[in-house]
Structure formats: C-alpha cells, structure tokens
C-alpha cells in the first residue's frame, strides 16, 4: 500500500512538473513571436532598433515597424543618443504643426496674397514631391527629413502618387501626408527649372535681395540638370536667406546628404548626430521606412518561403541602363565573374561525377535573392547550379520574386514590387549591386551592407574586373555640386570621397 502511495505520488508530482515545464515554455514561445521579446539566441529582440523607434505606434496598423527585427539581424551600427532624443523631439514637433493643428491652418494661410513674416506663426515646412523612380523617391524623402531636422522644419509628403500604398506613417500621433487641399497643390507640377518661384531662377533672375527673401514659400529644384543657381542653395549664405522661408517645396531626385555635411554651420550638429558617418542613410531609412501591411505581406511570404532556411544569402541586383535594357550575354558573364572571383558564389565543380558523395543533410544552403526586370539571369543562374555541381558542395538556391520587364513607376502593385524586392535584398548578407542605381543604395543602406558594385559595361563587353567592393555603405550623392561654393570643402575634407560608381559624385565614408 505504501509503495502505491509513494508511486501515485511521485506520478502526480512528476505530470505536475511536465505540466508547469510546457505553460513556461509557451508562454516564451509566444512571447517570442507576439512580442518579440526574444530571439533564437536567447537575446531580447530588440524591436526598437536602439530606441530609434518610438514605442507610440499600435502595432497592428504596420506590422513591420515592430517585426523588421524578427527577419533582420541586429544592426552592427547604434544610433547616438542625441539623434534618438532629436528624433523625439522632432516628433512632439510634428504634432504641434502637423496637418489639423492651429498652426498648419495659420501658416497655410500665410500663402495666400497678403504674406508678411508676422503672419506665419510658429512652424515651418517643408513640402516633398513624388517624382522619378522608387529608389530616388526613398533616398529624397531621408535627404529632406534630415534637411528638416537640421532646420527646425516639419517634412510633409505629396500624396497625390501612391507613398501611403508603399510606406507607413513615420510620425506618431500626426500625419505626414499633405492634405490634399494644401493651396499649392496645383502647382507642385510646375516647380521645374525655369519656374520663377524655384530659387535657382530667381537668383538667375536677380529677383532676390541678399539679404531678405519676402516670399511665403520657395522651390529648390535639386533634380540631376540642376545648374549652377539651383546647386547655391548648398552654400551657407544662401541658406540663411532660405530659412526666412516659411514654406520650402523641393523638387528633387537626388540624395544630397554628403553635400550638407559640408555646410559649415550643420556640420557640427551633424557630427553629433551621426559620429559614425556612414551611418546616416542606414538610421534614417530604418526610422522612416516601413513597408504597409500589404507590402510587408509580400516581404514576410518570400522570407520564409525562400531565404530563411538558407545557411547563407546573396542578393544580386540587377540594373541594365543601356537602351535598350534587357538581356546581355557580357551582363552575364560579368555577373558570374564578379561573383565567382569574390568568392560570393561557389565555382562549379570540374569531376565527372556530378553527384557529391556526402549523403549528409548538412551541406550548406546558400539561397541567392535576384531582383531585376528581367527573368533571364536569375534564370541562367538557377539553371547553372542544377545542371551541375557546386565545386565546394554548397547547394545554391536562386529566386525572383518579380519580373516586371519595363519600369511602371506611379502603377500601385509594381512600386509595392519595387519596394518588396528592395527591402528583401536588404535582408540578406552580402548583396551585389548595380553602378549608379538608387534602387541599390537604398537596398544597401537599409540592410548596413558594404555592396560589391558591377561597374557600367562599356562597348558591350564585362568590364575587367567586373566589380569593386564599396568603401561604406552610404548611397552616392549621383549630382554633387563639386565646383561652386563647396569647391574647397570637397577637396579637404576626409569623410567625402568621390563614389566608386561615379566619379562626380560624392559620398559619406569614415575617414579613418
Ligand atoms: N520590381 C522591380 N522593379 C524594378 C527593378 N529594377 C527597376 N525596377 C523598376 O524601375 C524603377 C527604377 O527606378 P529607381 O528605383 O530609382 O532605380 P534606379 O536603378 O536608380 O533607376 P533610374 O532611377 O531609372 O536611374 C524602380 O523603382 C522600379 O519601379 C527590379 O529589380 N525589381
Ligand atoms: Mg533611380
């Protein structure tokens, strides 16, 4: 009888232990995937990027601003703290002037006819236009956001295009999209290079004292024929007339970070923002860019259908701006060439046999993530890595999502496309990518990876060498103004140099 005690006993103490073992381990398990509190290694997940984000937002209305650190690794680069707590402040800012507040109907107000400085109130604005492909889009709207923190400036966004399909809100509590009765609207599209009211012509014009401006608004027209008007606005007396400005719409494709680090009153502020230099673009574009829910359906669905069970990944972007643009044997080869002799893609096996002898399910998995309009060279590839075998064993997996065949820029399913494939490309380890392709840099950027840039063919043949790793992983300003008022500067200072893709164009990189 005692020894059937003593068995119930420890049975019953035994299924309770089983029991509490099984609550513990689900509730960890659901907190790793509900609120990501921590991560196969065992670390916190950290959701808020280095409290680059906000906690404010609800979760559920942009799945990835909270969940990018699920499919991400933890960036190598910490934000500083005083770019988090201008971050916050920037947005207390942004409420307190944004679209529906007092002072945005005051300041709109101030467009109208009867304009003087007294009438504006107490914020200023800055207006963004959709124009050119995805890439110059994203690499714009980080430009003018820093543009904005640097001056006390609130950025608000054109809607007219199809940005609230592609990205989330960035600021809580507020908007940033331009109310669509804004009382300029109708003229956003005439902000070109002659318009009398963008300031490179007006300078041209000699419309302007030297030192007032008495106009509620202004457009700086920074797009790649910019002349030498236009690119004034990168020099320092020229931007303490602009500041009078209430309201500042920029036309622009191009990213000009670099070239305001070299103004000599933002580049204090700007060393504390950023110590690390290439760091801009990578923290900007991880605390404004979050794919909508649709788009971050289409990320997710890829991920894990092709690149999460991978050992390693390799994107490949693929940009071909000869026209016309297509297929190209010497695209291809250079492709393999820069690949192969960079040791990112395993050469192929020369034996006879094609089968490998190791029967173990261990051999490494690379998955290789092509993003290009066209099918034919993830295709190539694919087939390459099937037909035969990789000399070092590896197994190589290639996929594309998309094959759009032409840009259809402003057509909602091909930008949500666009920025899917971006975004994805990001996510892997090392990433190939085209010279001078802003869709590229933004990939890079988002993902704090170094690319190894395919140089521009020429004469239809692959460059010899085919490729060159880049020095930081900050996009290329493509325009940089090289010879006015920054002459000096861009010749002095050591964390400019000229991009490896461009060699009129300027980018960021540590000096040391
Ligand atoms: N889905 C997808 N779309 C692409 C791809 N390559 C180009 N596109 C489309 O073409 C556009 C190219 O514009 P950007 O994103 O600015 O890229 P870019 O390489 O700088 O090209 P340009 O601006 O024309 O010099 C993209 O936004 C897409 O709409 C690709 O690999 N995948
Ligand atoms: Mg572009």
Request: aromatic share 12%.
């Given at each position: 009888m005692k020894l059937m005690i003593t068995i119930v006993t420890c049975l019953l103490l035994w299924s309770l232990m089983l029991l509490s073992f099984f609550i513990i381990f689900n509730h960890q398990l659901h907190n790793a995937t509900t609120n990501g509190s921590s991560t196969d290694s065992g670390k916190p997940r950290d959701k808020l990027l280095g409290r680059l984000l906000t906690e404010e937002f609800d979760e559920d209305s942009c799945l990835s601003r909270y969940q990018s650190s699920l499919y991400r690794k933890p960036s190598p680069y910490k934000p500083s703290r005083y770019l988090v707590s201008k971050l916050r402040s920037y947005e207390m800012l942004h409420k307190r002037c944004g679209p529906g507040t007092k002072a945005y109907k005051k300041a709109t107000e101030s467009l109208g006819e009867n304009y003087s400085s007294k009438s504006v109130g107490e914020c200023r604005y800055i207006v963004w236009i959709a124009v050119y492909g995805l890439g110059n889009r994203v690499l714009t709207l980080a430009s003018l956001f820093l543009y904005a923190l640097l001056t006390d400036r609130i950025m608000l966004v054109d809607q007219r295009k199809d940005i609230n399909d592609l990205l989330c809100e960035p600021f809580p509590g507020t908007s940033w999209l331009l109310p669509l009765d804004f009382p300029l609207t109708d003229q956003l599209d005439s902000f070109d290079r002659e318009s009398p009211r963008c300031y490179g012509t007006m300078l041209k014009n000699h419309a302007i004292n030297s030192t007032t401006i008495?106009?509620?608004?202004?457009?700086?027209?920074?797009?790649?024929?910019?002349?030498?008007?236009?690119?004034?606005?990168?020099?320092?007396?020229?931007?303490?007339?602009?500041?009078?400005?209430?309201?500042?719409?920029?036309?622009?494709?191009?990213?000009?970070?670099?070239?305001?680090?070299?103004?000599?009153?933002?580049?204090?502020?700007?060393?504390?923002?950023?110590?690390?230099?290439?760091?801009?673009?990578?923290?900007?574009?991880?605390?404004?860019?979050?794919?909508?829910?649709?788009?971050?359906?289409?990320?997710?669905?890829?991920?894990?259908?092709?690149?999460?069970?991978?050992?390693?990944?390799?994107?490949?972007?693929?940009?071909?701006?000869?026209?016309?643009?297509?297929?190209?044997?010497?695209?291809?080869?250079?492709?393999?060439?820069?690949?192969?002799?960079?040791?990112?893609?395993?050469?192929?096996?020369?034996?006879?046999?094609?089968?490998?002898?190791?029967?173990?399910?261990?051999?490494?998995?690379?998955?290789?993530?092509?993003?290009?309009?066209?099918?034919?060279?993830?295709?190539?590839?694919?087939?390459?890595?099937?037909?035969?075998?990789?000399?070092?064993?590896?197994?190589?997996?290639?996929?594309?999502?998309?094959?759009?065949?032409?840009?259809?820029?402003?057509?909602?399913?091909?930008?949500?496309?666009?920025?899917?494939?971006?975004?994805?490309?990001?996510?892997?380890?090392?990433?190939?990518?085209?010279?001078?392709?802003?869709?590229?840099?933004?990939?890079?950027?988002?993902?704090?990876?170094?690319?190894?840039?395919?140089?521009?063919?020429?004469?239809?043949?692959?460059?010899?060498?085919?490729?060159?790793?880049?020095?930081?992983?900050?996009?290329?300003?493509?325009?940089?103004?090289?010879?006015?008022?920054?002459?000096?500067?861009?010749?002095?200072?050591?964390?400019?140099?000229?991009?490896?893709?461009?060699?009129?164009?300027?980018?960021?990189?540590?000096?040391?």
């Open positions: 008495i106009h509620s608004y202004l457009c700086l027209y920074i797009i790649h024929d910019y002349d030498d008007h236009d690119k004034m606005f990168f020099c320092e007396k020229d931007q303490l007339l602009i500041r009078q400005v209430p309201w500042l719409v920029f036309n622009s494709n191009l990213y000009f970070i670099p070239s305001l680090w070299l103004i000599p009153s933002f580049q204090f502020e700007l060393s504390k923002l950023f110590p690390q230099k290439e760091t801009v673009f990578h923290h900007l574009a991880r605390y404004l860019f979050h794919p909508t829910n649709h788009v971050w359906g289409m990320i997710t669905r890829s991920y894990n259908a092709y690149l999460s069970r991978a050992d390693e990944r390799l994107g490949i972007q693929v940009r071909v701006f000869s026209k016309p643009a297509g297929y190209f044997q010497h695209v291809m080869d250079q492709i393999l060439a820069c690949t192969q002799r960079e040791k990112l893609l395993p050469e192929m096996s020369v034996s006879k046999s094609q089968v490998t002898n190791n029967t173990s399910r261990s051999l490494k998995l690379k998955a290789v993530l092509v993003t290009s309009l066209y099918p034919e060279y993830s295709e190539n590839l694919r087939q390459m890595y099937w037909e035969g075998s990789s000399s070092t064993g590896e197994t190589v997996q290639v996929y594309q999502p998309s094959q759009e065949m032409y840009q259809q820029t402003d057509n909602k399913l091909h930008d949500q496309k666009a920025l899917a494939e971006i975004y994805l490309l990001s996510l892997t380890d090392h990433i190939v990518t085209s010279d001078s392709s802003t869709f590229g840099y933004v990939a890079q950027g988002l993902g704090g990876l170094k690319p190894w840039i395919l140089y521009k063919p020429k004469n239809n043949t692959a460059p010899e060498p085919p490729c060159v790793r880049a020095v930081s992983m900050e996009p290329c300003f493509l325009r940089a103004p090289l010879y006015g008022c920054q002459a000096k500067e861009v010749k002095i200072t050591p964390f400019v140099m000229y991009c490896e893709d461009r060699i009129t164009g300027l980018k960021l990189v540590d000096s040391n």
